[in-house]
């Protein structure tokens, strides 16, 4: 039996080592499994700042994915960020290397790498270089972004971090209980971003069941268990309106505008508009097409006419004179209206030229059409219309501006930037189908209506004025080939009655269609008539706008004026 027992005696030790590990085990994978992670996270790597210069950019509670630039202690901001997040209406010419903020009176100019800047004619000078490029990117000093547009910001270290704050909100704020961590996710195991001690207060912005997202007073955001938090309390973030707003006047007319196009091709044409005039009814704006681009150095040529509007101030009608982008020709080909837009020298060269003439004859406004604008140029010509909107402003002359109806592949016009400098905008309510289109209405009632609800949206209604068209298009398919002819009112209906065609109403479109075929040919016409504009009209009063167009004088039937009249009334 002694020999038994002292046999066992290994067995027995054995097995409680095995058990003694196991239960260690068991303990260290508790231990593992429950414990508090000590690994610390890179901060550099959390806001991706590798380098000395970089700067992370946090916009309210957000880590934004561009980086700023942090140069002989001042912090800039690249162009792009600063358009995106805080001001769009700084602009920079590439080519002249010039940064540009236009209010509603001023132009303010700053050189890449000078401190001084202008503002009108006159020079001020910053501690820094207001504007300079990394990479061929224009980065803007905070400080001077801050001179024209409320919002505040704070610097921190290590690393490098700028916090935004766009516009005053409510948060909830809670302390610290006692020293903790805070965490890259809610978890033991995550890493370790920052520490936070008692009494601190973090602001909480995600509470969970066990942890709550947060932010610190030196903006790192990250994770503390809920148990550290305590006293939440509502809490408001204030940005303070140290920039008063600018105030964009505005001309407006205590009449509803009805303005008619004057198609001017020389001067003599000048002379012809009694005659087309004669047949109207309560015209009170007159928009001749006297100026258009004649090179890509920002010239144009002029049909402008003094008599001309002197004998529109004795009728009572304004003279709103149109410059376009599209009728001027070099060597037969367009002309490059980016080339034109793009460069800070030619906009102010043509827009002081369009003063001069402007002034000189007495012309009232400008209408600008400009169309089939590039994308690429599409910010250079939101920057022509605010140059030029200041020089309107400060001699007090209209400014209305002709749009197409909008699309997502024009939102580059920046219809609600045009609202607010601009005087008028106009709907170009017609082309909707055209040369090279789809065979269809050049104005449709649905395409109308959109047209005018998708412009509203963005445009205030009191700004907006709807253009009719004044002509009908003429389809005509032979043999597989469609060729289109813009032709008058009365030109379109003689032209079917010759012919054998006969018109009947189309209630999708709510005009008078007509389909009918001579020889090898089928012709196909919505036609525009009394009926068609009686109904537009009516579309037009239910969104109450600020008045009524039309391309052109001399294509429309008598009759139209007398519904023009009504719906003015």
């Given at each position: 039996?002694k020999?038994?027992?002292?046999?066992?005696?290994?067995v027995?030790i054995?097995?409680?080592?095995?058990?003694?590990?196991?239960?260690?085990g068991l303990?260290?994978?508790?231990?593992?499994?429950?414990s508090?992670?000590?690994e610390?996270?890179?901060l550099n790597?959390?806001f991706?700042?590798y380098?000395?210069?970089?700067?992370?950019?946090?916009?309210?509670?957000?880590?934004?994915?561009?980086?700023?630039?942090?140069?002989?202690?001042?912090?800039y901001?690249?162009l792009?960020?600063?358009?995106?997040?805080?001001?769009?209406?700084?602009?920079?010419d590439?080519g002249?290397n010039?940064?540009?903020?236009t209010?509603?009176t001023?132009i303010?100019r700053?050189?890449?790498?000078?401190?001084a800047?202008?503002?009108?004619?006159?020079?001020?000078?910053?501690?820094?270089?207001?504007?300079?490029?990394?990479?061929?990117?224009?980065?803007?000093?905070?400080?001077?972004v801050?001179?024209?547009?409320?919002?505040?910001?704070?610097v921190?270290?290590?690393?490098?971090?700028?916090?935004?704050?766009?516009?005053?909100?409510s948060?909830t704020?809670?302390?610290?209980?006692?020293?903790?961590?805070?965490?890259?996710q809610g978890g033991?195991?995550?890493?370790?971003?920052?520490?936070?001690?008692?009494?601190?207060?973090?602001?909480?912005?995600?509470e969970?069941?066990?942890?709550s997202?947060?932010?610190?007073?030196?903006?790192?955001?990250?994770?503390?268990?809920?148990?550290?938090?305590?006293?939440?309390r509502p809490?408001?973030?204030?940005?303070?309106?140290?920039?008063?707003?600018?105030?964009?006047?505005?001309?407006h007319?205590?009449?509803?505008?009805?303005?008619?196009?004057?198609l001017?091709?020389n001067?003599?044409?000048?002379?012809?508009?009694?005659?087309?005039?004669?047949?109207?009814?309560?015209v009170n704006?007159i928009?001749?097409?006297?100026?258009a681009?004649?090179?890509?150095?920002?010239n144009?040529?002029?049909?402008?006419?003094?008599?001309?509007?002197?004998?529109?101030?004795?009728?009572?009608?304004?003279?709103?004179?149109?410059?376009?982008?599209?009728?001027?020709r070099?060597?037969?080909?367009?002309i490059d209206?980016?080339?034109?837009?793009?460069?800070?020298t030619k906009?102010t060269?043509?827009?002081?030229?369009l003063?001069?003439?402007?002034?000189?004859?007495?012309?009232?406004?400008i209408?600008?059409?400009?169309?089939?604008v590039?994308?690429?140029?599409g910010e250079?010509?939101?920057?022509f219309?605010?140059?030029?909107s200041?020089?309107?402003?400060?001699n007090?002359?209209?400014?209305?501006?002709?749009?197409?109806?909008?699309?997502?592949?024009t939102?580059?016009?920046?219809r609600e930037?045009q609202?607010?400098?601009?005087?008028?905008?106009?709907?170009?309510?017609?082309?909707?189908?055209?040369s090279?289109s789809?065979i269809?209405?050049?104005?449709?009632?649905?395409?109308?209506?959109?047209?005018?609800?998708?412009t509203?949206?963005?445009?205030p209604?009191e700004?907006v004025?709807?253009?009719?068209?004044?002509?009908?298009?003429?389809?005509?398919?032979?043999?597989?080939?469609?060729?289109?002819?813009?032709v008058?009112?009365?030109?379109?209906?003689?032209?079917m009655?010759?012919?054998?065609?006969?018109?009947?109403?189309?209630?999708?479109t709510?005009?008078?269609?007509?389909?009918?075929?001579?020889?090898?040919?089928?012709?196909?016409?919505?036609?525009?008539?009394?009926?068609?504009i009686?109904t537009?009209?009516n579309?037009?009063k239910?969104?109450?706008?600020?008045?009524?167009?039309?391309?052109?004088?001399?294509?429309?039937?008598?009759?139209?004026?007398?519904?023009?009249?009504?719906y003015?009334?």
């Amino acid at each position: 039996m002694k020999q038994i027992k002292q046999k066992m005696i290994p067995v027995i030790i054995a097995v409680a080592l095995i058990i003694i590990i196991i239960i260690i085990g068991l303990f260290s994978g508790i231990m593992e499994k429950y414990s508090y992670s000590r690994e610390r996270m890179d901060l550099n790597e959390y806001f991706q700042v590798y380098t000395e210069a970089e700067v992370s950019i946090l916009l309210k509670d957000d880590v934004l994915e561009e980086k700023g630039i942090f140069q002989n202690g001042v912090c800039y901001l690249s162009l792009e960020t600063v358009q995106v997040h805080l001001n769009d209406r700084f602009y920079f010419d590439k080519g002249e290397n010039l940064l540009l903020y236009t209010t509603p009176t001023e132009i303010i100019r700053a050189c890449v790498g000078e401190n001084a800047y202008t503002v009108s004619a006159n020079s001020l000078t910053m501690d820094y270089p207001v504007v300079i490029l990394e990479n061929e990117i224009p980065y803007v000093a905070v400080d001077f972004v801050r001179k024209y547009t409320n919002f505040s910001y704070e610097v921190f270290e290590a690393p490098k971090r700028i916090q935004l704050y766009v516009e005053s909100d409510s948060v909830t704020a809670a302390d610290i209980k006692k020293k903790t961590k805070v965490r890259y996710q809610g978890g033991v195991k995550s890493p370790i971003l920052t520490d936070v001690n008692k009494g601190d207060t973090v602001v909480v912005l995600e509470e969970m069941e066990k942890w709550s997202k947060v932010k610190t007073a030196d903006s790192i955001i990250g994770y503390v268990e809920n148990k550290f938090l305590k006293d939440e309390r509502p809490l408001e973030r204030i940005v303070e309106n140290t920039v008063e707003e600018p105030v964009y006047t505005s001309i407006h007319k205590d009449y509803k505008i009805n303005l008619v196009w004057h198609l001017v091709t020389n001067t003599t044409a000048n002379g012809n508009v009694d005659g087309l005039l004669a047949s109207t009814k309560a015209v009170n704006t007159i928009s001749p097409t006297w100026f258009a681009l004649s090179d890509n150095e920002g010239n144009f040529t002029s049909l402008a006419d003094k008599a001309y509007v002197d004998k529109m101030h004795a009728r009572g009608i304004e003279v709103w004179a149109l410059v376009d982008n599209f009728t001027g020709r070099i060597n037969d080909q367009a002309i490059d209206t980016q080339a034109v837009l793009s460069s800070t020298t030619k906009r102010t060269y043509l827009i002081q030229n369009l003063m001069s003439q402007v002034l000189a004859n007495g012309i009232d406004g400008i209408n600008v059409d400009f169309e089939q604008v590039p994308r690429e140029a599409g910010e250079d010509y939101v920057q022509f219309l605010r140059e030029l909107s200041v020089a309107c402003r400060l001699n007090n002359i209209v400014l209305s501006i002709d749009n197409y109806v909008p699309t997502e592949y024009t939102a580059y016009y920046d219809r609600e930037e045009q609202g607010i400098i601009a005087d008028y905008v106009i709907i170009m309510g017609y082309d909707e189908h055209y040369s090279g289109s789809d065979i269809g209405s050049v104005a449709s009632i649905n395409y109308v209506e959109n047209g005018i609800k998708d412009t509203i949206a963005a445009v205030p209604k009191e700004k907006v004025i709807n253009a009719l068209p004044f002509y009908t298009a003429i389809w005509a398919t032979t043999d597989g080939n469609t060729t289109v002819d813009k032709v008058g009112m009365s030109y379109a209906e003689n032209f079917m009655t010759e012919r054998g065609g006969v018109a009947a109403w189309d209630e999708v479109t709510c005009q008078n269609y007509t389909n009918f075929q001579v020889d090898n040919t089928t012709y196909q016409i919505w036609l525009e008539d009394s009926a068609s504009i009686q109904t537009k009209l009516n579309v037009m009063k239910n969104y109450d706008l600020a008045g009524v167009a039309g391309w052109r004088l001399g294509l429309e039937k008598p009759e139209i004026w007398d519904l023009i009249a009504a719906y003015l009334q």
